[in-house]
């Protein structure tokens, strides 16, 4: 038995977690990086976000799709087909960068690509790995695996704005397509040979509609849900076209909104910590309450702050997300049967992300009817009010830690193996 591991992360768990910090020191520059290129060639803050929109369309289109077919699928072969497709679409953008002048509709289509690819690849990984744990580990092993990937967030984000400023957005893009062909590659080991096979389902409607009850029989999930359908809109245009813009006109570049990003990093670094440690037993009433720092953020570039109070309110909402994240996934983990993992998680990011592409696509428009400052003002405010307005649900407040979690399938979970099914996040949250 390897020692320099805790006995309960297992194989698979391990090289989850390896792929997942290797995508991440790709992807987090690479999100900076499109958004350069596309102003390199000449896009507007309106282009910007349109290939931030192009970006989370797929989601929207795929996900629940995804979800069905990561809980009818072998999981491991689903993220890897998904890795393949993400590779490919972000070396061929990376070409397109550097040997040519970009078009738009290109560099949109690319992207699509890549969000198509993260449509399929979320709800099979947010499944694996939550079938890789038993129940009295769940919250130390979730906590170590977001701490592990948002450290290569950190290093992602500050590598990809210092790489943008030196070598130009191209090879940031590249080194992605490099960090997902060595991911996929490492997911191809996962070992699911101690797998029941599953019984035939009813179809893929079927699926979904299995996966659909099991959401709007839960108070606390499709409200959390709703929540983030607004959150995640407006927290991702303000990261994804005003972060850049503002760092543009007024910090001075790509290196300072890396630097900001990865304060957000270090920030859920450090929430991790607290939650490898801290088990609040009201879960998802503690989680609610850690969302309101993330209208931070909007209302640091609105008015601007410098750089080094950006970085501030950046980490804060970073440990805050980070403990609702924890959380989350303890109380997914908790309340959801294993074989269903992938379809509600599926209908989670499916809500989560249903308004990004609208809330990227209408971020030039609104900077434009009302101002940047004001608009980034209303960011802030449209995270604090449906936040407290979940409050509000009984269940989010009543929700309680059960003492052991729930146990994972099968009998390889009552020995503490890790456990995958075949077939089928996420986040990236």
């Known amino acids: 038995m390897n020692r320099r591991r805790p006995d309960w992360a297992g194989r698979n768990y391990s090289l989850l977690t390896g792929a ?75 070409v397109l960068v550097l040997t040519g002048e970009p078009r738009l509709w290109q560099m949109m289509l690319l992207t699509a690509l890549c969000g198509t690819g993260t449509a399929f690849f979320n709800p099979a990984a947010e499944g694996m790995l939550l079938s890789t744990v038993s129940g009295e580990h769940s919250n130390r092993a979730f906590a170590l695996f977001r701490m592990a990937i948002n450290g290569a967030g950190i290093g992602g984000a500050a590598l990809g704005g210092a790489m943008i400023a030196a070598v130009g957005p191209g090879w940031v893009l590249a080194a992605d397509a490099a960090a997902f062909a060595v991911a996929g590659a490492l997911r191809a080991f996962l070992d699911v040979s101690h797998v029941p096979d599953r019984a035939p389902g009813g179809g893929l409607l079927s699926d979904l509609r299995e996966g659909w009850v099991e959401v709007r029989s839960r108070p606390w999930l499709w409200s ?17 076209v005003y972060g850049p813009l503002v760092a543009r006109d007024q910090l001075g570049g790509p290196a300072p909104w890396g630097v900001a990003l990865a304060f957000f990093g270090v920030g859920t670094i ?21 969302v309101f720092p993330l209208a931070l953020p909007s209302a640091g570039l609105a008015v601007p702050l410098p750089v080094w109070g950006l970085c501030a309110v950046m980490f804060v909402s970073g440990a805050a997300i980070e403990v609702f994240g924890v959380n989350w ?5 908790q309340e959801i049967p294993e074989e269903k993992f992938s379809r509600v998680t599926a209908y989670d990011w499916f809500g989560s992300v249903s308004m ?13 009817a009302f101002g940047r400052t004001q608009a980034l003002w209303g960011c802030a405010v449209l995270v604090i009010v449906p936040t407290a307005l979940v409050l509000l649900v009984p269940d989010v407040r009543r929700m309680t830690r059960r003492a052991h979690g729930k146990p994972v399938a099968g009998a390889a979970a009552a020995a503490g193996a890790p456990v995958e099914q075949t077939p089928a996040d996420a986040v990236g949250h």
């Open 270 to 290: 450090a929430g991790a910590v607290l939650m490898m440690a801290w088990k609040p037993r009201r879960l998802l009433l503690v989680g609610t309450l850690c």
């Open 20 to 94: 997942a910090i290797i995508t991440n020191l790709g992807s987090h520059g690479a999100h900076i990086a499109a958004a350069f290129a596309v102003m390199d060639a000449g896009g507007s803050v309106g282009d910007v976000g349109l290939i931030a929109a192009a970006r989370t369309l797929p989601l929207v289109l795929f996900l629940l799709i995804g979800g069905a077919l990561a809980d009818r699928l072998p999981r491991h072969r689903v993220m890897v087909a998904a890795n393949v497709l993400n590779c490919l679409s972000q070396a061929a953008f990376a």
């Open 224 to 240: 959390i849900v709703l929540q983030f359908s607004v959150v995640v809109a407006v927290v991702g245009a303000a990261d994804a």
């Open 356 to 368: 990004l592409p609208v809330a990227t696509a209408l971020a030039g428009p609104a900077e434009a």
């Open 329 to 333: 996934m303890t109380a997914m983990h």
